[in-house]
């Protein structure tokens, strides 16, 4: 009951903040990673830690600090793993190297399709070669055992 009560007083919006006010909240909520499990956001995870934080963003919103400045609280609390999206370099790998990987793996798979097409697809002309020396001699043996038969 206690921890009920608490949960509905720490998510309770304060109600006096400004547009601009509400807006770095809602960036701030979308940025951070609730620290109980670093799985989902502030804004979405339904935990006590996520809701307490959720209101000690809304009161440093409050007071006038900027999206950064609480951003950088928390990263100086946490370190950079309360980020959703980590920031400089390692950001940018982890948005870029999943496109890398589908590329190389795609060209990869193209140019192995496209080895096997051409493997099977056409025989070697040393092969047509010798299919048709092949069949020349089957034809010749046909035509010889049917003029012995006539004869």
């Not at 006590?48 to 951003?71: F, K, L």
């Amino acid at each position: 009951m206690a921890t009920t009560l608490a949960l509905i007083f720490l998510t309770a919006s304060t109600g006096s903040l400004t547009a601009a006010q509400q807006e770095i909240v809602k960036q701030a909520d979308q940025r951070l990673l609730a620290p109980c499990c670093y799985s989902q956001a502030v804004g979405e995870h339904m935990s006590a830690e996520a809701a307490q934080m959720r209101q000690e963003i809304e009161d440093m919103a409050a007071s006038g600090e900027s999206e950064a400045a609480i951003i950088a609280h928390y990263k100086a609390q946490y370190g950079e793993r309360v980020l959703v999206v980590p920031d400089g370099g390692t950001g940018r790998v982890l948005f870029i190297l999943p496109l890398a990987a589908l590329i190389l793996h795609s060209t990869i798979f193209l140019w192995a399709l496209r080895q096997m097409v051409r493997a099977g697809g056409r025989p070697s002309a040393r092969a047509d070669q010798e299919e048709l020396e092949r069949l020349r001699r089957e034809f010749s043996e046909v035509i010889d055992r049917e003029l012995r038969d006539m004869a």
